[in-house]
T-cell receptor, first 114, second 117 residues
Framework: DTAVSQTPKYLVTQMGNDKSIKCEQN?????MYWYKQDSKKFLKIMFS???????INETVPNRFSPKSPDKAHLNLHINSLELGDSAVYFC?????????????FGPGTRLTVL | GENVEQHPSTLSVQEGDSAVIKCTYS??????FPWYKQELGKRPQLIID?????GEKKDQRIAVTLNKTAKHFSLHITETQPEDSAVYFC????????????????FGQGTILTVHP
């Protein structure tokens, strides 16, 4: 299936731990994104990469570090997890970085920090 | 930066009625306005979009209108059906946001639409 996939789907962990979320797209898109959706459903962009180059870096704690080994993958590593990091994290991709293109979202990773 | 306000936060209608969701944006440079639908537990998906050189766009039961002067745009759903129940997000995008020439989307807070059979 052509799609944007994320692993894991659910992640439950203790405060202070370090965790990673992986994202892969096989749509041949150049641009990938990470969004955070909080408990009130607010969807906010965190990072965007175009062909492995960081192009959007919002005001996010530096405990969050994205990495794009190639244009089909964008991972998110989170250090020293805090309660406020609990949210659903969505990866997305689009054909090119221009805003006019549809963004295709992954299924989301629900992170719960205890 | 861009700020997108969306109203109402919740909307409840009877099947067959129309539903209207409104958004305002702050940055006059924004030139692209998509709408995404997110069903419960699912991923957001694009349902319709409009560019700033167009005042209205329609696709079957859904339509979007844009008033650039007033900086607001709206989603109209006619003949609503229970499967229209979802969270709807408007967004504003500027191709030059952040000086990247790529642009980014700023989403509204979302509207929970419930269509009662």
């Amino acid at each position: 299936d052509t799609a944007v996939s994320q692993t894991p789907k659910y992640l439950v962990t203790q405060m202070g731990n370090d965790k990673s979320i992986k994202c892969e797209q096989n749509l041949g898109h150049d641009t990938m994104y990470w969004y955070k959706q909080d408990s009130k459903k607010f969807l906010k962009i965190m990072f965007s990469y175009n062909n492995k180059e960081l192009i959007i870096n919002e005001t996010v704690p530096n405990r969050f570090s994205p990495k794009s080994p190639d244009k089909a993958h964008l991972n998110l590593h989170i250090n020293s997890l805090e309660l406020g990091d609990s949210a659903v994290y969505f990866c997305a991709s689009s054909p090119r970085g221009t805003v006019y293109n549809e963004q295709f979202f992954g299924p989301g990773t629900r992170l719960t920090v205890l | 930066g861009e700020n997108v306000e969306q109203h109402p936060s919740t909307l409840s209608v009877q099947e067959g009625d129309s539903a209207v969701i409104k958004c305002t944006y702050s940055d006059s440079a924004s030139n692209y306005f998509p709408w995404y639908k997110q069903e419960l537990g699912k991923r957001p998906q694009l349902i319709i979009d409009i560019r700033s050189n167009v005042g209205e766009k329609k696709d079957q039961r859904i339509a979007v209108t844009l008033n650039k002067t007033a900086k607001h745009f709206s989603l109209h759903i006619t003949e609503t059906q229970p499967e229209d129940s979802a969270v709807y997000f408007c967004a504003g995008g500027d191709t030059n946001a952040g000086g990247t020439s790529y642009g980014k989307l700023t989403f509204g807070q979302g509207t929970i639409l419930t269509v009662h059979p």
